[in-house]
């Protein structure tokens, strides 16, 4: 056995030094294609970068690179296999292969990819888009299979069946309470329950919306995976009558995509990732969105590095605050860990009423509905363990 551990640690330690390991033991056959791949991209033959690091060396032809992502999609899982595609592209500067067609089609996608791909489609040619468009639809609706059920459950329990009473419809009768309100009514010879009083729901009229969501979402190049999750995710939301969504992209400019919330993956391909940031603008613009104060819900989806007005965007926040509208300020929306951001203009906004704060696309569907129940949004981020505003 100790013989056992000592060799899977050599093995490992000859992995992780590559070329530069010299005789510290061969490798198999798997080994040996594990370590090429390694190699190929970040080098370790005679001569590794100062620190033990290895130096890129993959080349940068078709072949080559078809036969490194079969080995390394063959021999590491996914989540390596997305982390070396990502270094991949910044180390060896794979961009313009990532648009070719044969390529895109033989990659593991990832939200990462799509943010490549949305910030490259300006320059994507036309024999290529289709393909590119694939990937970002494998993503898409990957995202949606894991989150579109628990958000509209989560709007839908927050404020579609909001108010008891006790002469609901049939459709919104809650059989349950129901069932125990008349337990006393229990008929020992039938072995039934004679209901005498109904519980349910009252609701407004599925013809109008119950609340209004606005969604400001800052594309400088930072918020890339931000983007790809509001998208998806205001598109779900969108498919609801009780929720009329807006959704606004901004950087230097601001541009309303509600229209093309039907379909997230055109929605994508609309935005233009990069640029500056003026979020002042968007909050402007988002502002003048607003009919029913008390009914809406604004989400600033941003990293505060604002270009803008600073002072404005603060006088502007207060007043909606004031006005009634629920504001929350989501420092990103991604599973990135911990995000850089503008750490005294979170705080300053947190003050005036707008908790700000990284959320994970996992937690928004309760969030929102924290937020469409008119609750403390920054009490539920404190009990979630989220800091809030630091």
């Known amino acids: 056995m100790t013989l056992d551990v000592a060799g899977e640690r050599q093995r490992r330690w000859r992995l992780l030094l590559g070329g530069a390991a010299g005789d510290l033991g061969s490798l198999g056959e798997d080994d040996q294609r594990r370590d090429a791949a390694l190699t190929g991209l970040y080098g370790g033959g005679e001569a590794p970068d100062p620190g033990g690091k290895r130096s890129a060396g993959l080349s940068g032809s078709s072949p080559v690179l078809h036969r490194w992502l079969g ?10 296999v997305q982390v070396m595609q990502r270094d991949a592209v910044e180390r060896l500067g794979l961009r313009q292969l990532l648009l070719e067609p044969e390529l895109l089609s033989s990659v593991e996608p990832d939200v990462s990819l799509v943010g490549t791909l949305v910030s490259l489609s300006k320059a994507i040619p036309e024999r290529t888009r289709e393909t590119a468009r694939a990937v970002v639809r494998k993503v898409v609706e990957d995202i949606e299979r894991k989150l579109a059920d628990r958000l509209l459950a989560a709007v839908h329990g927050a404020i579609d ?30 072995r039934t329950v004679v209901v005498q009083d109904l519980v349910g729901n009252s609701r407004r009229s599925r013809q109008a919306s119950l609340r209004d969501v606005v969604l400001l979402v800052d594309q400088s190049g930072s918020m890339a995976e931000s983007v790809v999750y509001s998208a998806v995710l205001g598109a779900s939301l969108a498919s609801l009558k009780a929720v009329d969504t807006k959704l ?128 403390d949004v920054g009490a539920w981020a404190e009990q979630s363990g989220i800091p809030v505003g630091r």
Request: glycine share 6%; net charge neutral.
């Open 248 to 375: 606004v992209v901004f950087d230097t400019e601001v541009v309303d995509l509600t229209e093309q919330l039907k379909d997230p993956v055109d929605l994508l391909f609309s935005t233009q990732l990069g640029g500056g940031t003026d979020i002042n603008r968007a909050v402007a613009y988002g502002q003048s969105l607003v009919r029913r104060p008390t009914d809406t819900v604004m989400v600033l989806i941003s990293d505060l590095y604002e270009g803008g007005v600073a002072r404005e965007l603060q006088r502007r926040v207060r007043e909606l605050v004031q006005s009634g509208v629920v504001v929350v300020v989501l420092l990103a929306l991604s599973d990135s860990g911990t995000p850089s951001y503008d750490h005294e203009l979170a705080a300053r906004l947190s003050e005036l009423g707008a908790p700000a704060f990284a959320c994970t696309p996992d937690r928004f569907p309760d969030l929102l509905a924290t937020a469409l129940r008119r609750e």
């Open 71 to 80: 080995d390394v999609r063959t021999y590491f899982p996914s989540s390596v």
């Open 161 to 190: 069946r909001s108010r008891r009473t006790s002469r609901p419809r049939l459709s919104d009768v809650d059989w349950n309470r129901t069932i125990r309100k008349n337990l006393r009514h229990y008929q020992p010879d039938q």
